[in-house]
């Protein structure tokens, strides 16, 4: 899976889950853990960097209190 590809993806699980879960750095912190370790057919894209703080970069920008 392309990263783009998978980004959109764990994006969808994120706005999935109620505002109140979504709202700080530290729920996307959480969210980005648990997306490494239980989905790894999310997370298995190619990356030159370390793939929890791109998930967590990615998700920070759709923090619901931002929205």
Known sequence: MKKEQALQEI???WFKLPESERDTEKKAVSF???MLKE????T????????YQIIKGFLC???ARNV
């Open 11 to 13: 994006l969808s699980e």
């Open 32 to 34: 980005a853990f648990r």
């Open 39 to 42: 989905r790894p057919d999310l």
């Open 44 to 51: 298995s894209f190619r990356a030159s960097g370390d793939k």
């Open 61 to 63: 920008r759709y923090l």
